[in-house]
Antibody, heavy 120, light 112 residues
Framework: QVQLQESGPGLVKPSQTLSLTCTVSGGSISSGSYHWSWIRQPAGKGLEWIGRISTSGSTNQNPSLKSRVTMSVDTSKNQFSLKLRSVTAADTAVYYC????????????WGQGTLVTVSS | QSVLTQPPSVSGAPGQRVTISCTGSSSNIGAGYDVHWYQQLPGTAPKLLIYGNTNRPSGVPERFSGSKSGTSASLAITGLQAEDEADYYCQSYDSSLSGSRVFGGGTKLTVL
């Protein structure tokens, strides 16, 4: 059974960089043709897709966040990561990592989510 | 403003049938891209409920079903149970947004 776990600071200051890592267990991140995504959810609001990365390193991001987002993957550690630059209070949210399954690529496995608050 | 439009809330009594709509456009659902549905119980991560418009992952009860027509999709829940009270989200792919995955705004289901 695949499991995902987000980790990273729960508090980030405005204008700084939010950094999160997702550790995948129960299987190799490189097995199969899976892509790996980040999704966030502000308190009381809906889900927003941030972007996805393949194990070859190819990415695409939500156009509204693309200029501030960097994603990377470390297959040796079975992890993938998110960096979001120049954060503001509007970036405060629960951040989820998720696996994109085989075609048609639904988000079939999710981490439990981690709350990141942007505040001085 | 979400790319996919869902009603903010729906409700039904135990045992009844409810449907949740998800309306898109010609660059997402109307272009033939698949719709997936997720259930989010309070305080938990979303869970995949329906994928590829009509398919249920293993373990999802047959009470949940999905359909798609034109630029819209629907989730139907029959034999409503108290444990179905949750937020439901539709999701698809949008070709006009650089390959973005897009979500509906979510629908709160209340079991009366």
């Amino acid at each position: 059974q695949v499991q995902l776990q987000e980790s990273g600071p729960g508090l980030v200051k405005p204008s700084q960089t939010l950094s999160l890592t997702c550790t995948v267990s129960g299987g190799s991140i490189s097995s199969g043709s899976y892509h790996w995504s980040w999704i966030r959810q502000p308190a009381g609001k809906g889900l927003e897709w941030i972007g996805r990365i393949s194990t070859s390193g190819s990415t695409n991001q939500n156009p509204s966040l693309k200029s501030r987002v960097t994603m990377s993957v470390d297959t040796s550690k079975n992890q993938f990561s998110l960096k979001l630059r120049s954060v503001t209070a509007a970036d405060t949210a629960v951040y989820y990592c998720a696996r994109m399954g085989t075609y048609p690529q639904p988000f079939d496995y999710w981490g439990q989510g981690t709350l990141v608050t942007v505040s001085s | 403003q979400s790319v996919l439009t869902q009603p903010p809330s729906v409700s039904g009594a135990p045992g009844q049938r409810v449907t949740i709509s998800c309306t898109g456009s010609s660059s997402n659902i109307g272009a033939g891209y698949d719709v997936h549905w997720y259930q989010q119980l309070p305080g938990t991560a979303p869970k995949l409920l329906i994928y590829g418009n009509t398919n249920r992952p293993s373990g999802v009860p047959e009470r949940f079903s999905g359909s798609k027509s034109g630029t819209s999709a629907s989730l139907a829940i029959t034999g409503l149970q108290a444990e179905d009270e949750a937020d439901y989200y539709c999701q698809s792919y949008d070709s006009s947004l650089s390959g973005s995955r897009v979500f509906g705004g979510g629908t709160k289901l209340t079991v009366l």
